[in-house]
């Protein structure tokens, strides 16, 4: 049964490589909820206090990739979906 | 601790609801990945069925969940998506 548990959780990990990559390679991310990402990243913190505090490898693990996703994808679209010309915008 | 991670998977699961509600009002979902929720709903089914083997109703309850959310995000994309037309094209 563990082993079922890993295959799933890296498969729930792993699935938002692509998805980083599209949106790189794509420069976009319009389509992309950031309420989404935000709740994400918030209950990915919430998962990695709950694995240290049952002190579960996996859980600890798992969610520390995934965090490092999540946050990247928010970035990403954070970068991307500003305005052009914002950048010198807010130089002033 | 249960009480946290409670929280943390009430969380990771209602973030897929903003997503769903984006894609729906824009009608648009190019953005999304499919593999990152093809990859996803895999994994989702690979916890559900972890969930039963260990008897934990936390991990089948938002499992379900989540795996509703993630499949009718991944239709949603589908639907809107297709080219103009080629609904009538299929229809032939």
Redesign the interface.
Known sequence: ?DV??L?????????????L???WR?K??????Y???I??I???I??E??GW??HSMPVILFNVITFILGLAILILKFVFDRPAGEATETSK
Do not use: E
């Not at 959780?9 to 938002?16: H, Q, V």
């Not at 976009?28 to 909820?33: E, G, R, T, W």
């Open positions: 049964m079922l548990g295959i799933a959780g890296t498969l729930t990990t792993i699935a938002f490589v692509p998805q990559v599209k949106i794509s976009s991310a319009k389509d992309i909820s309420v989404m990402f709740l994400f918030i209950g990915i919430l998962w206090i709950y505090g049952i």
